[in-house]
């Protein structure tokens, strides 16, 4: 049986921490033969990578935060965002509205619920998030990344289904390269990022951590780091002085030949970061955002690090010298990092976008809106002289 073109809306906002999973469901639904909207804020459509054939509409989302003289206007914002994603849907016709967090899915998700649309929420961090936690009695599914996540009540279980955190398909497909070549004389390259962001404690730390190590490791660094645009000349700066070789950017689109290229990882312990170290098995320093709501940075650290796959330093202990001190534990030898990288790579879950786009196409399979929707997609192919819902079948 041919499997129906379909609609799905998919809401995020913020961070790459909640778009890039759902930029990689895009990809994957609509390489299934459906038609895929994202519903973001401005943030969340400035981001690159954004792929071109997904087609985002910015809805207005808030916080109502803990001022209650601020709420008028946080409400405000959410009933039209919530108004706004309603006449989306009214036209696109979603089979299922999907959150991966950050403001905007509060208004995507309320107004889904209004049209008696399913809903899914994809929760990427080893803690539930506050908005899922909101939505968690009322949604349809529950997403989730790691096998045990915290604040997620035992009442949800039958609804709750371990997949993963998707990553880009670039990224995916280095996970049958081996390691990069690492000699006890070659070149080690170290790859450090701060999340989407970008950190400004890793540009205050890790050159001077680096220019600790011995001669013998030193000599053989070349490093490409992610600083905040307003870091960047300082931590250029501080390179020269110690003479390693470094190349620096405020972010890098090319994230998936940066980790093809590094044997070790230096950074922050967001989701996605930690869904890209295992998808392609680095080794990893992992020094988790301590402001992290229920410091969920650190609970998306326990498997890798449980696994041998990585090191975390708590930020109040990150000094160059400790930090130096891990690299070295970790460097000396080069089987200690190649057993390190493989580690990470068994904590990957290689499947997490199948079976996400699997689980979302579980949900919303109205054969009746299908079979009108079908037939309206062949009158329209057929009026435009293109076969409408190819690739359908699959
Ligand atoms: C500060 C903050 O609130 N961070 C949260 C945010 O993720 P945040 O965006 O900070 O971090 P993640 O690690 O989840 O994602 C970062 C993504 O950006 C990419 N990247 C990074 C740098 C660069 O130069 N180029 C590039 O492409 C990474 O490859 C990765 O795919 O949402 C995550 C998922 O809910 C959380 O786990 C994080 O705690």
């Known amino acids: ?144 990344a790691y096998p045990e996540v915290a604040r997620l009540d035992e009442k949800h279980a039958a609804k709750v289904h371990l997949v993963g955190n998707p990553v880009r398909a670039e990224v995916l497909s280095l996970r049958d390269e081996p390691f990069p070549a690492f000699t006890a004389d070659g070149l080690l390259r170290v790859l450090v990022t701060g999340g989407s962001q970008g950190a400004r404690v890793l540009s205050e730390i890790v050159p001077d951590g680096l220019a600790m190590l011995p001669p013998a490791i030193r000599q053989r660094l070349q490093v490409t780091q992610q600083c905040r645009a307003e870091d960047l000349e300082a931590v250029r700066q501080r390179y020269r002085s110690h003479d390693i070789p470094a190349e620096l950017g405020s972010y890098f689109e090319d994230m998936a030949e940066r980790l093809a290229d590094a044997h070790l990882f230096i950074g922050r312990a967001g989701a996605s970061t930690i869904a890209e170290l295992t998808a392609v098995g680095r080794p990893a320093i992992l020094v988790p955002l301590p402001i992290a709501t229920d410091d969920h940075q650190a609970a998306n650290t326990r498997e890798i690090v449980k696994s041998g796959g990585a090191r975390m330093i708590r930020q109040e202990k990150f000094t160059a010298k400790e930090l130096a001190k891990q690299i070295q534990a970790l460097a000396q030898r080069p089987e200690t990092l190649a057993t390190a990288a493989h580690a990470a790579w068994n904590c990957g879950r290689p499947r997490a976008v199948k079976d996400l786009a699997d689980l979302v196409e579980s949900f919303g399979a109205n054969e009746l809106m299908d079979v009108i929707r079908v037939g309206a997609n062949n009158a329209r192919g057929a009026s435009q002289g293109e076969a409408v819902g190819q690739g359908a079948g699959a």
Not at 39 to 53: E, M
Request: aromatic fraction near 8%; proline fraction near 8%; charged fraction near 15%.
């Open 1 to 144: 049986m041919t499997r129906a073109t379909r609609h799905y809306v998919l809401a995020a906002g913020g961070t790459g921490g909640h778009l890039i999973p759902a930029f990689a469901l895009a990809a994957e639904l609509s390489q299934r033969g459906h038609h895929v909207a994202l519903v973001t804020d401005d943030r969340g459509a400035a981001l690159p990578g954004k792929p071109d054939f997904l087609p985002a509409h910015v809805i207005p989302a808030s916080k109502l935060g803990r001022n209650p003289l601020k709420w008028p206007a946080g409400l405000g914002a959410i009933l039209e965002g919530r108004r706004m994603a309603m006449r989306l849907y009214e036209s696109f016709q979603p089979s299922a509205v999907i959150g991966f967090g950050g403001y905007p899915v509060f208004p995507a998700l309320l107004g889904a619920m209004a049209c008696d649309i399913p809903t899914l929420v994809h929760e990427q961090n080893a803690v539930l998030g506050r908005v899922n936690r909101f939505f968690a009695s009322r949604v349809d599914a529950i997403a989730t």
